[in-house]
């Protein structure tokens, strides 16, 4: 079977991550950092390691089969690809900013302003939509320095924290596009039984992620309280305990959802809490 190529950020927010996820999925591979490509030892995978905005065109053209990448990147980029899997790692929000003793309060006031940007073609699409026009000013880089060097009277720009805009006396001002890194595929990959093997062990990681294995200690009285607020997987697993009318409760749930019912928990009797990580889930 003819190995798959997968296209992943060489530097940058998503490297780190990216590399990680794939390492979790068991995928064999090293020399990452010096290397532009590298072969995976145990999947028929070889990893390409590029500039983020070349992914998007790289698996249109099909150099690569798949690639991972921003959604602002993709939508920026215009390339024809599928959204294989929604990562849940990247987030970040396009966004206008202004300065902090601007006269800017309502999207109509852009109307005739100067806009710097590196998404262009995202920021047309957002200002069409409200019937905005403005000057769009290609910046490649440092953004946020425009303003204050007269280029521009606001910006548009990747925020993650909100601390680049702080330190450069803007102010956030609309919200363009949300973004989250993506798996992406060439048209027509969509059937590939290594994609299909490759998504279930992505999958399988981002699952276990966001969910704990619990173990508790109830009185058998009290137990189907305890069962109604845990599910599991498909039901909770009950062992007895070598003490007389206690059980040992062993499910999972949701990170989230465990911090939500503790107090719960607590008041139906459950005792002796234990959380664990998880590697892996495989429904």
């Known amino acids: 079977m003819k190995n798959l190529k997968i296209a992943i950020q060489k530097s940058g927010r998503l490297n780190e991550k990216s590399v990680q996820l794939l ?15 590298t072969s995976v030892a145990n999947f028929p995978l070889e990893i390409l390691f590029l500039r983020d905005d070349d992914i998007p065109g790289y698996v249109e053209q099909g150099i690569a089969d798949l690639g991972i990448v921003g959604e602002n990147v993709i939508d920026e980029s215009e390339a024809q690809v599928s959204y294989v899997k929604r990562l849940g790692f990247g987030k970040c929000t396009l966004k ?34 409200y019937q905005i026009t403005a000057d769009i000013r290609l910046i490649s880089g440092s953004v946020e320095i425009s303003p204050g060097l007269g280029l521009s009277d606001a910006i548009c720009d990747i925020v993650s924290t909100g601390g680049t805009l702080k330190s450069n ?48 200690n109830v009185e058998k009285k009290n137990l189907p309280a305890i069962t109604s607020l845990l599910h599991g997987v498909k039901s909770p697993t009950v062992v007895p ?43």
């Open 241 to 283: 305990l070598a003490e007389e009318g206690w059980v040992a409760v062993h499910t999972v749930i949701s990170e989230d959802d465990f911090w939500e019912k503790i107090n719960t928990l607590k008041s139906a009797g459950a005792q002796g809490i234990v959380v664990m990580p998880i590697e892996k889930i495989i429904l």
């Open 96 to 129: 206008l900013a202004v300065p902090k003793d601007s006269k800017i309060e309502d999207l109509k006031d852009l109307n005739g302003k100067a806009i710097a940007t590196s998404y262009p073609v995202i920021l047309k699409n957002f200002l069409d939509e």
């Open 169 to 216: 006396g803007l102010k956030p001002f609309a919200d363009v596009r949300r973004s989250e890194a993506i798996l992406i595929g060439r048209k027509g990959l969509e059937d590939n039984l290594i994609l299909t093997e490759l998504v279930q062990r992505i999958e399988s990681v981002l699952l276990a992620k966001e969910t704990k294995y619990v173990v508790l």
């Open 23 to 37: 390492k979790n999925c068991g995928l064999d591979f090293e020399n990452y950092k010096s290397s532009l490509i």
